[in-house]
């Protein structure tokens, strides 16, 4: 039977052109998390498109990772890997605030390591492996780096953007290097990939290396050494929607970057994106985005669209 679907909302950010990464800074983040405009308590989760790194300065609530709740306070660290499920609830409507790094992991790993894709791939892994949440005083390495970057961005002294990748390169080990141990920490309160979701995990990795080409589903199943019938099952107890629409809402995500990137023709974009025709590719953006190609792209709030349905965690880099 599938899991019953769930709203979680897709908030899609993009690196500014030329620089090392997104930073949510200053007094517009002091704000009640959790809430509505209307001062009503959120009911769904979010995710994003890119690699989240959080620091609480001030406010008290509640974390969730996906199924499982963390107390969270001044010096709390969160790092929420793309697509990940979660959202952050303060106490009482009460003020918090918080900072937040936006990083391209995927894009930024391998310029730090041209030689040596392996390394690249391994640290993406573990960043991809899960999220966490940590604290200044458990992690003062992380906490550190974490506060320079910010600074930097802040400041934006001459050459900050080498200095942001400087830094990042190092936060990128340090996160490496917290993994192996925070991942126990965290399968103790419960936040762990499902067994049988890494089963799956390999049809996953292979729908996003390949989505702009034609897929079978049989290919998916030949990728996991499974029968086409065990997998179809598999997938839909574990994503809760089925094969195809997972593969549908990769290739809108990807249509929603490229269309966020530049003015291609539509047409385009839906070839690109492994769209067979141009009126699948209208037929299925709407339906996950509620707006026409057209209409989202010119949608001033374009950056955050919420899927409809139950959207799923990408589980990329697990092996």
Known sequence: MAKKKTDLEFRYYEVPHGEP????LGEVWVRPYGYDEYGQPLSHL?????TEIGYCYEGQGTLVLEDS???YGPGTITMIPKNYPHTTSGVDRSNNRWEYLFIDAEKLLPSFYPDDSRQALEQLARIHRNAFCTSREES?????????ILKEMVDRREHYADAV??????LFVEISRHQPVLIENVKASGVSP??????ISRALEYVGDHFEKPLRVGDLADVCHMS????RRLF???MGLTPTDYINQVRVRAACELLQKGNEPIAEIAEKCGFCSLATFNRNFRHYMNATPKEWHKSPEAYERRLSGKNILMLDGWS
Do not use: M, W, Y
């Not at 003062?140 to 506060?147: H, S």
């Not at 990748?165 to 190092?170: D, E, F, P, Q, V």
């Not at 499902?194 to 089963?199: A, E, G, N």
């Open 165 to 170: 990748n400087g830094l990042l390169r190092a």
């Open 46 to 50: 979010h995710f994003h498109n890119l």
């Open 69 to 71: 709740q963390f107390e």
């Open 21 to 24: 990464l997104l930073a949510l």
């Open 194 to 199: 499902k067994p049988d979701s890494i089963q």
């Open 228 to 231: 086409e019938t065990h997998f």
């Open 236 to 238: 839909v107890e574990c």
């Open 140 to 148: 003062p390495t992380l906490a550190a780096l974490i506060q320079t």
